[in-house]
């Protein structure tokens, strides 16, 4: 991979996490919204919701951008199957290694 593949893979990969915690964001406040928390975004629902639409469109636009390559869709996969992985099996891991009780 090239060093302009590297960058645009890492880009994407943080418009992703960016987009899931802008996602995330938007889910707390519409399912706990008297959660307390030590900063609340002083906006209600529907403007934070309208406000997010910009961001979460340039970060949809970015991953979808980067998978145009086929060596970009390779690198997706790889880091998409590792994190996947990692989920699935560091638990597991981390058990079998007696570091942490999960039931």
Same mark, same amino acid.
């Given at each position: 991979m090239s060093l302009q593949e590297l960058i645009e893979l890492d880009m994407s990969l943080y418009a #992703?996490?960016?987009s899931m915690e802008l996602l995330a964001l938007l &889910?707390? !406040?519409w399912t706990e919204p008297e959660l307390? &928390? *030590?900063? &609340?975004?002083p906006l209600g !629902?529907?403007? #934070?919701?309208?406000?997010?639409?910009?961001p979460l469109g340039l970060c949809v636009f970015e991953v979808l951008f980067s998978l145009h390559k086929p060596?970009?869709?390779a690198a997706w996969l790889w880091a998409v199957g590792? %994190?996947?992985a990692m989920n699935m099996? %560091? *638990?597991?891991?981390l058990q079998w290694? %007696?570091?942490?009780?999960y039931t």
């Open positions: #992703l996490a960016l &889910r707390l !406040r307390r &928390r *030590p900063f &609340r975004v !629902r529907w403007c #934070l919701a309208v406000t997010y639409v910009v060596s970009m869709r590792s %994190g996947l099996l %560091g *638990p597991k891991i290694q %007696g570091r942490a009780e």
